[in-house]
């Protein structure tokens, strides 16, 4: 997959379906995305949504449908290849190598992460942005285990940008954050839009996905159930009832 971007889509999910155990965790879904958007994907716990992006990601396989990134149909790939090719992710709980210093988990992604493997002195420079644009230049030194939650999701989000993605998936990054934090996750995202990353976001807090995303894809029970410009959708009555649990009047 290396060489330019095409112009289409950079990611094309169509008629996915996964299940355990019997029960139909994500069902008949499609989202298309372009190379340059952001689009936000919410419902209820349990609606399916981090299932999708396992499947994108390529950690779990599905039931039916298919995976394209870039034009290239991914479904079969393995998640090591597919990162290399391009698509990163945070994990809903970060996952830091707590053995390690903050700069030394970047290290790894920018030196396993991408399409042609790096010595670690090729690698220094993009550590360096990486930590840079997640906020983290100034922890680099720390032990990775010694973090407070919102360094760990920065640390989540240097990780992958140390891939050098052209799709970033993001998993609830803003769970958990005081107001404050979430306001500097917000501009963090929308500097790395900028810099031309498409990202797809899982998001309970809705004003965070509203002021970044230009699109939201809402489910339920495995379903797409809406979709559409950020605040029609989440004033849609259908999402209202599943989503914030209400009926507006």
């Known amino acids: 997959m290396d060489g330019p971007a095409r112009d289409g889509p950079i990611l094309e999910v169509e008629d996915l379906r996964k299940s355990f155990g019997g029960i139909v965790v994500v069902d008949d879904l ?3 995305v372009g ?17 999708v992006f396992n499947i994108v990601a390529g950690d779990l396989a599905p039931d039916a ?17 597919r990162c290399r090719a391009g698509i ?7 996952r830091p190598y707590a053995g390690m210093t903050v700069f030394e988990n970047v290290l790894v992604g920018a030196v396993f992460g991408v399409s042609s493997r790096r010595s670690e002195r090729a690698a220094l420079g993009p550590t360096l942005a990486a930590l840079e644009q997640a906020g983290l230049a100034d922890r680099a030194n720390a032990a990775a285990a010694s973090l407070g939650l919102l360094d760990r ?47 797809v976001w ?3 807090i809705v004003h ?17 159930i809406a979709e559409g410009e950020p605040r029609d959708v989440m004033a849609s009555r259908e999402v209202q009832e599943v989503y914030l649990g209400v009926v507006p009047g």
């Open 30 to 32: 499609s989202l298309v």
């Open 153 to 199: 999701k920065r640390l989540e989000l240097a990780r992958a940008l140390a891939t050098e993605p052209r799709l970033l998936l993001l998993d609830e990054i803003a769970g958990g954050l005081t107001e404050a934090e979430v306001v500097e996750l917000v501009d963090t995202i929308r500097i790395i839009r900028r810099r031309g990353v498409a990202v």
């Open 88 to 94: 990163g992710r945070t994990a809903q709980v970060p």
């Open 208 to 224: 965070a996905l509203v002021a970044v995303v230009d699109r939201i894809l809402a489910m339920s029970f495995g379903r797409k």
């Open 202 to 204: 899982i998001e309970h």
């Open 35 to 51: 190379p340059d958007e952001a689009v936000g994907l919410v419902g209820p716990n349990g609606a399916g949504k981090t299932t």
């Open 65 to 81: 449908g298919s995976v394209r990134f870039d034009g290239v149909d991914v479904t079969a790939m393995r998640a090591d290849r």
